[in-house]
């Protein structure tokens, strides 16, 4: 799949990432809970050559990989205020494009269209879901951690909503401040 500036060697570059390329084992750490500070701060860019941000690309994946249902967790979830987050959608089903396991450092959407709702959870939110509006076709530009190689990438459906919701936590937002209100907010009663 392609989209404005992206190329099909990105998608393949990124679908082809796997976390042993950091070299580096990732630790399992606690994920922080709302209504912890760290959540809504505006993540530092940061350099994805860094030790740092290698080491904690790899903590990152080794805690999504433990969490039950977890399609994606971003550095302020682990109580850094960075801008890192990983993603896999492999799993799940309402996924289309699909680029396996990978980590983006300082990403930002391009373009986001075709707006759908829909319910999203959050491990930082545990009880609570929410309908959110999410672009359903996204290209995203972002850097892989490590080589820091810059890749612009297209998605849709499920992986667009995650890649959404996890540049909002980079950006020190959560599903909830995305609601259109509180009739849009609901117990959770299943993990997604
Ligand atoms: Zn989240």
Redesign the pocket.
């Known amino acids: 799949m392609t989209g404005p500036g992206t190329t099909p060697e990105d998608g393949a570059r990124l679908a082809a990432w796997t976390e042993g390329e950091l070299g580096v084992a990732g630790r399992v750490l606690d994920v922080v809970r709302a209504p912890a500070a760290v959540l809504s701060t505006v993540g530092e860019r940061v350099d994805p050559a860094a030790a740092e941000t290698v080491q904690l690309a790899a903590d990152l994946v080794a805690t999504m990989r433990v969490s039950p249902g977890c399609v994606g967790l ?1 550095a302020q ?1 682990v109580g850094v205020a960075a801008q890192v987050f990983c993603v896999d959608v492999s799993e799940h089903p309402k996924a289309r494009t699909r680029h396996g396991t990978f980590v983006l450092c300082n990403a930002e959407v391009l373009s986001a269209s075709r707006n759908e709702r829909a319910r999203e959870g ?3 939110v545990p009880d609570l879901t929410g309908d959110v509006k999410r672009g359903s076709r996204l290209v995203v530009r972002g850097q892989l951690p490590g080589t820091g190689e810059q890749v612009t990438v297209a998605t849709d459906a499920f992986e667009a909503r995650a890649l959404q ?1 996890e540049i909002d ?1 980079c950006q020190g937002l959560l ?1 909830l401040d995305r609601v259109a209100g509180a009739h849009a907010i609901y117990p959770r009663q299943t993990y997604l």
């Open positions: 971003a979830q959050c491990m930082s919701h936590h599903f």
